[in-house]
């Protein structure tokens, strides 16, 4: 039984690992797409910094992107920026693939 129990903690290791990977690569998801969106919106330096760390809270308040998504669009319609919920979606799974090279590549 010692190796099963030892396979099996390994696997809840990884697992918990895993997680915790992705759970970074989210929060670094929500910083990009929220420097993306303050660039588009005009923003730069401190202010773009602060709206990055403002879209990070938002993306923490239910599990998924719909509450990203929903800051997003409001920020940017609030802002004139003229973009369909493809191309914001777009950028989210971009800036979602980036931030996982990020994490893995331990950036």
């Known amino acids: 039984m010692s190796q099963f129990?030892?396979?099996?903690?390994a696997q809840e290791t990884k697992f918990s690992l895993d997680q915790e990977l992705e759970f970074k690569a989210?929060?670094?998801r929500a910083k990009l797409t929220g420097l993306w969106a303050a660039g588009l919106m005009g923003l730069s330096g401190e202010a773009a910094a602060d709206?990055?760390?403002?879209?990070?809270v938002a993306d923490l308040e239910e599990a998924g992107a719909e509450d990203l998504f929903r800051k997003l669009r409001a920020d940017?319609?609030?802002h004139a920026v003229d973009l369909s919920?493809?191309?914001?979606?777009?950028?989210?799974?971009?800036?979602?693939?980036?931030?996982?090279?990020?994490?893995?590549?331990?950036?």
Request: charged fraction near 35%.
């Open 26 to 28: 989210q929060a670094r």
């Open 76 to 78: 940017l319609d609030l």
């Open 85 to 107: 919920d493809h191309q914001i979606r777009a950028k989210m799974d971009e800036c979602l693939a980036e931030a996982r090279a990020q994490v893995q590549a331990g950036v």
């Open 5 to 9: 129990d030892d396979r099996q903690r």
């Open 51 to 56: 709206y990055a760390k403002s879209v990070v």
